[in-house]
């Protein structure tokens, strides 16, 4: 089964950072592209960012590229997610996922970032 484990979030000031991990297990990891997803209460779930399994090309949303980064790690089966200048409106649960999931899930239990004054 796949399992997909979120950490590293927390509550961080305007224009602070957080670097997210997603620790992946249940599907050969290196052979999947691997995909950040956000979602803020209220609204849908948004597409963030998006790594090859070769690494190249990556993808960001309009909203979050420039400030960004998305890293994979195949050797620790851990995707990244390195936020900087962060935004309230970057305030979201974030979610992890490999490219071909179904929208139904497997999802993990996603991490909570928090961005405020």
């Known amino acids: 089964q796949v399992q997909l484990v979120e950490s590293g979030g927390g509550l961080v000031l305007p224009g602070g950072s957080l670097r997210l991990s997603c620790a992946a297990s249940g599907f050969t990891f290196s052979h999947y592209g691997m995909n950040w997803y956000r979602r803020a209460p209220g609204k849908e779930r948004e597409w963030v960012a998006y790594i090859a399994p070769q690494g190249e090309p990556f993808l960001y949303a309009d909203s979050v590229v420039g400030r960004f980064t998305i890293q994979r790690d195949d050797a620790k089966n851990t995707l990244y997610l390195e936020m900087k200048r962060l935004k309230p409106e970057d305030t979201a649960m974030y979610y992890c996922?490999?490219?071909?999931?179904?929208?139904?899930?497997?999802w993990g239990q996603g991490t909570q970032v928090t961005v405020s004054s």
């Open positions: 996922n490999k490219q071909g999931a179904l929208a139904n899930g497997p």
